[in-house]
């Protein structure tokens, strides 16, 4: 149980284009998800909190225009990142909690990684 | 920011147990303690958590000092897929990594 998928699992793309990024829970209903960004030989940042049916919440420091979240349904959280650049080349991973329990467990997805060439 | 303080890098031999403290010295009173571990290049891996009392399950045990200000992971029979580098987490809602500890199990 507790599966988080990712999709893409790597993409490469031009500088300027935009890039989606899929994460689902596959066998649990998840109110929330969140998104954070691991660059080589660091830890994980969080980037922000994704909340089903209304606004993401964003850490300090991340650009809600340029990282679109969107939480449509209790399963599927998406990422887009708008106009990229080389420096948003990292890796990508989400989370998501059960909301079927009281406990703030965090279940992550196996990540995307994102080169911006 | 990160709340908890660990080694950057710890050895273990294989078959050995694997000890892994963690200082979380401004913990909250209604604030779980997390362990994960990230296997190069993979997602992080849930392994344990608990609020006060001491918690085990089939990955590894977590022992929870009374005052609640450091805890442990003890992994009982290290293997070398354990390699890792591990994660103590410290929070109610949102999670903010430090940088966690590189356990190298060696032959």
């Known amino acids: 149980g507790a599966v988080v998928s990712q999709h893409p699992s790597w993409v490469i793309c031009k500088s300027g284009t935009s890039v989606k990024i899929e994460c689902r829970s596959l066998?649990?209903?998840?109110?929330?998800m969140f998104w954070y960004r691991q660059f080589p030989k660091q830890s994980l940042m969080l980037m922000a909190t994704?909340?089903?049916?209304?606004?993401?919440?964003?850490e300090q420091g991340v650009e809600k225009d340029k990282f679109l979240i969107n939480h449509a349904s209790l399963t599927l959280s998406t990422l887009t990142v708008t106009s990229a650049h080389p420096e948003d080349s990292s890796f990508y991973i989400c989370s998501a909690r059960d909301a079927s329990l009281a406990e703030e467990t965090q279940y992550f997805g196996p990540g995307t990684r994102l080169l911006v060439l | 920011d990160a709340k908890t303080t660990q080694p950057t890098s710890m050895d273990c031999a294989e078959g050995r147990a694997a000890n892994l403290p963690c200082n979380h010295s401004?913990?909250?009173?209604?604030?779980?303690v997390y362990w994960y571990r990230q296997i190069h290049s993979q997602g992080p891996q849930y392994i344990i958590h608990g609020l006060k009392n001491n918690e085990t399950n089939e990955m590894a045990s977590l022992i929870i000092t009374e005052d609640r200000k450091s805890s442990t992971l003890i992994l009982p029979h290290a293997t070398l897929r354990d390699t890792a580098v591990y994660y103590c987490?410290?929070?109610?809602?949102?999670?903010?990594f430090g940088s966690g500890t590189k356990l190298n199990v060696k032959p």
């Open positions: 987490i410290v929070g109610f809602n949102k999670f903010y």
């Open positions: 401004t913990i909250s009173g209604n604030e779980y």
């Open positions: 066998d649990f209903q998840a109110t929330t």
């Open positions: 994704s909340n089903e049916g209304s606004k993401a919440t964003y």
